[in-house]
């Protein structure tokens, strides 16, 4: 998405917290759970969203510097910060309206300074892009193919290995009666790497692949 103008969502939000705080975001700054900030997947980096939670009327300006949610359902990732204001932090997530706004736009003046430690309830274990208060695996792996026959399988894997793909693994399931052999790269955390796993896979004409949990 080139620009964030007129974008309007309801949706599902999520947060996550204090395993990623430190690390770099998609926009190469550190993230800081104690600053309003989140993650979004097409809007642009930066740029500037009102979020509201539509179950209990409050509201934040965040800035979107990140990539994610990565579980399917969700539109937003909020900083524990933000989390914590719009009163959905203990419950994981909420259902809420995100709308862009122009930076330039008055109401900017109402974003708040980030929150001290102390002004917050100390967070629980876990919270990744996507996952609530409650924590979970935030590990995904793309999947590129899925085949019947374990040495076609094996064949797309040695050619990925040879072209310099690391993380190739082979991971049998069963679809009805069917045994079958999947072929995923992975695991990966942050959106950059999987996108940057995407762009070498297309490059290889092996189209776009499935993201998929662990």
């Known amino acids: 998405m080139d620009s964030a103008k007129g974008y309007r969502e309801r949706g599902i939000a999520s947060w996550y917290g204090n395993k990623f705080h430190g690390r770099p975001t998609s926009s190469f700054e550190p993230y800081d759970m104690y600053k309003f ?9 930066p740029s500037f969203v009102r979020v509201v939670n539509l179950d209990n009327g409050r509201s934040v300006v965040v800035r979107v510097n990140d990539r994610g949610p990565f579980h399917d359902g969700r539109i937003i990732d909020l900083s524990y910060a933000a989390a914590v204001r719009l009163g959905m932090h203990l419950k994981g997530t909420a259902s809420v309206e995100v709308e862009a706004i122009d930076p330039s736009d ?4 109402q974003q708040a300074p980030p929150l001290h430690r102390s002004a917050m309830p100390a967070p629980s274990r876990g919270g990744g892009h996507g996952s609530n208060s409650a924590g979970g695996s ?13 040495d076609n399988a094996k064949r797309l894997q ?14 049998a399931a069963r679809v009805g009666n069917q045994r079958v052999w999947r072929v995923r790269l992975g695991p990966y955390q942050a959106w ?3 996108e940057q796993a995407k762009q070498a ?11 998929v949990p662990e």
């Open 201 to 211: 896979l297309r490059g290889m004409g092996l189209g776009e692949p499935q993201l």
């Open 192 to 194: 950059s790497e999987i």
């Open 158 to 171: 040695q050619r990925l290995q040879d072209a310099g793909v690391d993380g190739v693994k082979l991971v």
């Open 106 to 109: 008055r109401r900017m003046a």
């Open 37 to 45: 900030t989140a993650a979004h997947k097409t809007l642009p980096l």
């Open 138 to 150: 935030d590990r995904r792996f793309l999947q590129i193919a899925s085949f019947a026959e374990k």
